[in-house]
């Protein structure tokens, strides 16, 4: 089961959080059309950085919700 505390809801380091919103509008500003995932991986990595998470979160999120659904799957009757 995931942790009840969600680290998204922890308040961000203001800086590092405007860092990565400037980041994520400049990925859509460059090309609209055509966003660059380099740039919005940046974007991604210093959000991380900015609510304390370690770089894999989003891999080990997905892990554990993968985990977590097959488990509910099993328990159906």
Known sequence: MTDPIDPL???????????????LILAYCKEPEEVDWSDVQEALDLALRAFGLPLTYPEEFAARRKTEDA???EAKP
């Open 71 to 73: 488990e509910r799957a």
């Open 9 to 23: 809801a922890r308040t961000p380091d203001p800086e590092q959080a405007t860092a990565a919103c400037r980041a």
